[in-house]
T-cell receptor, first 117, second 114 residues
């Protein structure tokens, strides 16, 4: 199984550019989420989804949009990139969604390293 | 406010020495507790988890953790560290009623001296 796949692995943007970070999972997981990792701050939740068609904001949602049209995919969109969005982004998925699942193990992708100049 | 604290930003140990990484949480009840490891340039891998029951839990790679309700702690331990254990370690919790949302500590970077 591929697990959680994130593309691209690296990206450099100029301020104001837009882009989409891709995340796909092949485990039929209901729950998917995006985190950003910054030095000294751990991982912070950006957006999450408990199933297709359902998304919600996490701790740091400003500047990011998400949608969930299929169970497998959960893309993260930066509409107008800012230097403050320079970070490493992780996508994660777990089995439980609308049916619950706080105990479910979350599986992480390898990350996308984004630099905004 | 609900929070997770890892008080040690960096820890250096000699290969073969024992290791303890600290994690404390602030919450009125017992959350679900996890330890993840991140090797350089990699994603996060689950080491172990605690939901209820026996307060000493065993994980992968020879790691264990002990939940202490009175101290709101979930410290990670390993009796003998290997050079390959050098990585960043994250404590994470799911606060009950918070769905699947993980709240992470700020991480502890482990360096192993040969």
């Amino acid at each position: 199984n591929a697990g959680v796949t994130q593309t691209p692995k690296f990206q450099v943007l100029k301020t104001g550019q837009s882009m989409t970070l891709q995340c796909a999972q092949d485990m039929n997981h209901e729950y998917m989420s995006w985190y950003r990792q910054d030095p000294g701050m751990g991982l912070r939740l950006i957006h999450y989804s408990v199933g297709a068609g359902i998304t919600d904001q996490g701790e740091v949602p400003n500047g990011y949009n998400v949608s969930r049209s299929t169970t497998e995919d959960f893309p993260l969109r930066l509409l107008s990139a800012a230097p403050s969005q320079t970070s490493v982004y992780f996508c994660a998925s777990s089995y439980g969604g609308t049916s619950g699942g706080a105990r479910d193990i979350q599986y992480f992708g390898a990350g996308t390293r984004l630099s905004v100049l | 406010a609900q929070s997770v604290t890892q008080p040690d930003i960096h820890i250096t140990v000699s290969e073969g020495a024992s290791l303890e990484l600290r994690c404390n949480y602030s919450y009125g009840a017992t959350p679900y507790l996890f330890w993840y490891v991140q090797s350089p340039g990699q994603g996060l891998q689950l080491l172990l988890k605690y939901f209820s029951g026996d307060t000493l839990v065993q994980g992968i790679k020879g790691f264990e953790a002990e939940f202490k309700r009175s101290q709101s702690s979930f410290n990670l331990r390993k009796p003998s560290v290997h050079w390959s254990d050098a990585a960043e370690y994250f404590c994470a919790v799911v606060f009950t009623g918070g769905g699947n949302k993980l709240t992470f500590g700020t991480g502890t970077q482990l360096k192993v001296e040969l």
